[in-house]
Each structure stands twice: as C-alpha cells, then as structure tokens.
C-alpha cells in the first residue's frame, strides 16, 4: 500500500509499506477512504514532538471502510463505512470507565502523561495513522461509529477531531450566557471553537490571529469579531480596551505549540525545541481573561516544560481546563446540529490533495500558502 | 468600568443573537454539554466487553515508561527502536521517568540522531532521500507564493528565513564534518 512516512523535520514522502495486519484479536483494519492534515500535524512535521521516528506514517483524521476485523470484534463486518475518533482507547480501563477516553491508560506503553493517538509519535503510543491505504484499527467495538447514510464524507472526516475538538474547548470553557469569549487561533479548531461557543449561548465572540484570509473565514463562517494582532503594538491591552478593562470572561488558546506572535518563544521552541511549544497564545489567554475567568486550552504542545505565566493565572484566580476531546462522547449532540443546520463542518476545507502530492500539502498548510485552512487527503484520488 | 460592581460593557441581547446566529443558545444548559459533567462512572457505555483486554502479543523488548507497571494490553508497532537513535531512546525509557526533564530532552536527542542516521541510509538504499520533493518546496509555484506571504501583515515573516539553514543545515554541515574526520584519521595515521 502507498502510505505518508516522515523522514525528518519538514521532510516526508509516499512510500510502499506493508498492508497493516491484525495484532490483536479485537483490532480492524481500515481501508482509507479520506483523511486529512491536521494544525497538530505539524508539530510532528516540524520536530516538536519527542520520539518521532523517521518512518512513522501521521494522520489521526480519516475515515474509510472496514476491510477485515479480528475475531472478537462483535460491533463491525467488513464493508461497513466507518468514521474514527482520533483516539485510541480501550473502553474499560478506570479513566475510559468515566467517559475520559482521550486519557485510555490500556493503549500507550510510551507515556502516562497522554493516551493513544494514531499517527502521533511513540509519545502517543507508536501507532501508525491514516494518511495511508489502510490503517490497523485497536478496540474496533469500541472507537469507530458507523457514518449516518445522511452524512457527507467530508463532514465525517472533520467530526474526527477538529470540529469536536472545537466544541470540546467551548464546553471546556464553561460558558454562561451572554459571557465574552476571545479565541486565540484562527485555525480550523478555533474556527469549531468560535462556532460553538455560540451554540453554549456567549454573548460576544472575539477571535484572534495574524493571517487575514483566517480572521474572513471566522467572521462569515464562525459570525465572530476579529483582531490581527499584528496591527497592534498589544493584542492583550486592546482586548482589554475592548472590553471596559475588565477582559473576556473566557479565553480559548485554540493555537498551542505553533503559535506566532513572539520571535523569542517561537526561536526557544519551534525551532530549538527547548520548550514544549510556543506558549505565546496561552500566555496571551491568562493575561487577556478578566480576573476569576476560565482558560480554555486545546492547543496541543509537547510534553517537555514551556515557559508559561503561571503567576498571573494564580494571582488572577483564573481556572485552566486542557484535554485531548474525547471525540465519541460529542458525536450525538454534534450529529444533532449538523441535522438541525447549526454547523456545516466541511465549510472550512480548502483544499483536496492525492496522497501522492502529501509533501506538497504539507507544505502548502504549514507555510500557509494559497489560503490553505483545511487540507483533505485522498489515499485513493489515481 | 471594572471599579463598580456592574459590567462595563454590553453585549447583544438573547433575542438579537437568536436572530442573527443559527443554533445560538441550543446548548445553553450544560446538561446538553456531552462533557458535563467531566468525569461520569459508566463503564458499559464504551462497547468494551472485557474487564481488562486481552494481550498482544510482542511486548517483550517493546519500550515503556517507567510511569507503566507493564506494557499495556495494546500497543503500536509503527517503528522499532534501532541504531544509535535507538539506543538513546532506550536509555530515556529505561533510566528516567516523564517526570524528569532529562527523559524528554534525551527523545528528543534520539530524534535528531534518528534523522541523520535515517539520511545517510538513505544513500545505500535504492532511494536516496531527496530534500526537494520531500520538502513539499515544489508546491510553491502553483500555490500563490508572493500573495500568500506578502500584504498580510504575517508575523511568521520575521523567521521564514530560519527555515531553510534548519533543513539544509545537516547536509551543509555533513561534507565539513567528514573533511575534518578525514584529516583526524590522516594524522593519526602519521603519528
């Protein structure tokens, strides 16, 4: 099968690779149908995240078809149309026991720190993804979801992370009605974040970002006010301004370890990996949250320390809420108001690239040529 | 102002984001939020039917955290620890927990080794790595370059420029290297 392999920082490419097989009596293997780039992708392409190892197929957005399942698999046949939550996860262990699959103690021999992710480094458990022909499945009763016949493809691919991602950190930012929110990250998870954050009845939605095909795209799709923060000497002290000197109530830091915006933390990190990530976007979260507000963070940053301000967040009284989605428990409520027409996810994609041309999209996404939001992947397209 | 007790400030009413947002307020009650409340004791809601799965087999020189009793039941085998980068991982799992800075900064290190490794294999392979196509650079021409970066105030701008030496730094810095190998080995020959 032709499937994605990384070959070092900023370099990958198609290679032949053995058709995965059946390791464990409860996995599938999954014949790709459509995946996608995702923003925490790059992480991986850039180098950030420890223990990515060169031959290492990402991608933890895909859909496709069940090809074969071992044999205790009770829930799927071969044939059936399937979408995967990016996490993997066991579905008994204490932490699955309580609806935390993102956290899955059972699937990740690598790190207690973080749960299983396909495609995502040995960090999240050594796990190859879907940007691939076909992919190995684990816990194949319990992760994938039969795709609804009224369903889109390209709807179902985004419900894999990015859109529940999003909705995810709006919940995370437990908001009350009529709150303010500012979302750091114009991306497609500060996209869903917006969005959803006027399902959970904000009053103001603020999005911040520096590239001006972005901050379009989350004024006519997510009905949000935008800044460029990069027509202001501070984006904190106007957002302040903006808000009588009191700050948003609630702040999303939808951009983590990629963040731009400080040529000293982006240095330190993206590209001397010294930190976990560039924590610009979550410091700019505590500073710009009123005293007493929650921040909200579903930007992804590496396990190694980051120098964020953690003083204020205590001074200010402030509550930090951060996960990974657990993707499967938003799928009814997110199901619920694709139906109903209050979120089209696939409206962010922009662009559908052959499995073939991969090192292209990647580059075209992380150099955000093109006004790249959203790349999709055909493992199929010739 | 924040010095009163009332909010400085006002937002639209109920009514008017009703009218202009679709879906505004359908998830209002946080009994509608799938994640509220956080953490709920429902273990046969998952589709699990075991208590604890079964084993796959293999685990016996896979790595783990110090952090794990064992391997986990489940695990992935995208790519064995091999080489020098192989080592220096094994040392990070085996010596430090992730508790410890040094276990992080040593996968890292694993990382960068496993990448020069990978590179100068590649060249006694039948594919040779190729930094111009697996850079993506190519996609340039095609994708809108100039508008792209320019007219849109990007603050990215001021470190494009790193990029480049970052990808093309090991194989610039690789001749020189091998040159001073090279007359290293020379005057201890002579000596």
């Known amino acids: ?382 | 102002m924040p010095y009163t007790a009332e909010r400085p400030y006002q937002n639209p009413s109920p009514d008017e984001l009703r009218a202009r947002i679709p879906g505004w307020g359908a998830d209002l009650d946080p009994r509608d939020r799938p994640s509220v409340p956080r953490e709920k004791y429902d273990p046969g809601a998952t589709g699990a039917h075991w208590d604890f799965p079964e084993r796959q087999p293999g685990d016996e020189s896979r790595e783990r955290s110090l952090e794990h009793k064992f391997v986990t039941p489940v695990f992935g085998t995208s790519v064995p620890l091999k080489g020098a980068s192989g080592a220096i991982r094994r040392f990070a799992y085996e010596r430090f927990s992730e508790g410890r800075a040094a276990h992080w900064l040593l996968l890292i290190l694993g990382d960068r080794v496993d990448a020069w490794e990978s590179h100068a294999r590649s060249f006694v392979s039948t594919r040779p790595d190729n930094p111009v196509t697996e850079t993506g650079v190519l996609s340039e021409a095609g994708h809108h370059p100039i508008s792209s970066r320019f007219g849109q105030k990007r603050s990215d701008l001021s470190h494009i420029w790193m990029d480049p030496l970052i990808v093309a730094g090991p194989w610039l810095a690789a001749p020189v290297i091998a040159v001073g190998v090279r007359a290293l080995l020379r005057r201890r020959h002579a000596s």
Not at chain 1, 35 to 52: F, K, N, Q, V
Not at chain 1, 307 to 329: E, H, W, Y
Request: with cysteine; hydrophobic share 40%; charged share 20%.
């Open chain 1, 1 to 382: 099968m032709q499937a994605m392999v990384y070959r070092g920082p900023y370099k990958i490419r198609v290679e032949e690779k053995d058709i995965p097989k059946i390791e464990h009596p409860n996995d599938a293997i999954v014949r790709v149908t459509l995946g996608a780039i995702c923003g925490s992708d790059l992480h991986l392409y850039h180098g950030m995240m420890p223990d990515t190892r060169v031959g290492t197929t990402f991608g933890h957005e895909f859909i496709g078809v069940v090809e074969e399942v071992g044999p205790s698999v009770q829930n799927l046949k071969k044939g059936d149309r399937v979408m995967v939550p990016f996490n993997v996860y066991c579905g008994s262990c204490y932490f699955c026991a309580r609806g935390l699959y993102s956290n899955c103690h059972n699937v990740n021999p690598n790190a207690t720190a973080v749960g299983g992710i396909y495609g995502y480094s040995h960090t999240c458990g050594g796990y190859d993804g879907g940007q691939s022909q076909f992919v190995r499945v684990p816990f194949a009763d319990v992760g994938p979801t039969l795709i609804p016949d009224w369903m889109d493809d390209e709807d179902a691919v985004l419900l894999t992370d990015a859109c529940p991602t999003g909705y995810f950190g709006a919940q995370l930012g437990d908001i009350s009605e009529g709150d303010t929110v500012v979302v750091f990250g114009a991306g497609p998870v500060g996209l869903f974040a917006a969005k959803s954050s006027w399902l959970m009845g904000a009053g103001r939605v603020i999005v911040v970002d520096h590239l001006e095909y972005r901050l379009e795209k989350a004024r006519t799709f997510a009905h949000a006010e935008t800044y460029n923060f990069t027509e202001y000497d501070d984006i904190v002290l106007q957002l302040k301004k903006d808000t009588g000197y009191l700050g948003a109530d609630v702040a999303i830091d939808a951009a983590g370890a990629e963040a731009d915006g400080n040529l000293f933390q982006h240095i330190t990190a993206a590209k001397l990996k010294l930190q976990g990530g560039s924590p610009i976007a979550l410091n700019w979260a505590i500073d710009a949250v009123r005293k007493g507000g929650t921040v909200s963070v579903l930007g992804a940053y590496g396990p190694v320390f980051s120098a964020v301000k953690f003083g204020d967040a205590m001074n200010k009284g402030l509550t930090i809420r951060s996960n990974q989605c657990p993707v499967k428990r938003q799928w009814p409520r997110l199901f619920e108001h694709i139906r109903n027409g209050y979120l089209k996810p696939s409206e962010i994609v922009t662009h559908r690239i052959p499995l073939e041309h991969i090192a292209e999209g990647y580059h075209i996404f992380s150099a955000k040529l093109d006004g790249c939001i959203k790349p999709l992947i055909l493992p199929n397209a010739a």
